[in-house]
Nanobody, 121 residues
Framework: QVQLVESGGGLVQAGGSLRLSCAASGRTFSNYDAAWFRQAPGKEREFVATITRSGGSTDYADSVKGRFTISRDNAKNTVYLQMNSLKPEDTAVYYC??????????????WGQGTQVTVSS
């Protein structure tokens, strides 16, 4: 089992920046790929970014490419999401997720509780 706890959300003006953190515990986190998802009110949860176990490969949703950066520090068992040039449409609850490397291609099966990000215009 892996436990994930997000932090760093808040209220920011459009054009501003936030950095989200996801602290993992319970297992060797370097054996897990990680990702960020988000869910806006009335919408389905959507993929934001993913990073492999070593941090050597990342991928992003088109809507955040060039503005968001996912990274990780396995020594601290933490994944980050640096969000720059924020837009009102980035407003959502942001969730951290993880899946074991043996489960690549499958769904993420470990989730945090979420952190609210609100971008005002």
């Amino acid at each position: 089992q892996v436990q994930l706890v997000e932090s760093g959300g808040g209220l920011v003006q459009a054009g501003g920046s936030l950095r989200l953190s996801c602290a993992a515990s319970g297992r060797t986190f370097s054996n897990y790929d990680a990702a960020w998802f988000r869910q806006a009110p009335g919408k389905e949860r959507e993929f934001v970014a993913t990073i492999t176990r070593s941090g050597g490969s990342t991928d992003y949703a088109d809507s955040v490419k060039g503005r968001f950066t996912i990274s990780r520090d396995n020594a601290k068992n933490t994944v980050y999401l640096q969000m720059n040039s924020l837009k009102p449409e980035d407003t959502a609850v942001y969730y951290c997720a993880a899946r074991h490397i043996f489960n690549r291609g499958g769904q993420y099966n470990y989730w945090g509780q979420g952190t609210q990000v609100t971008v005002s215009s």
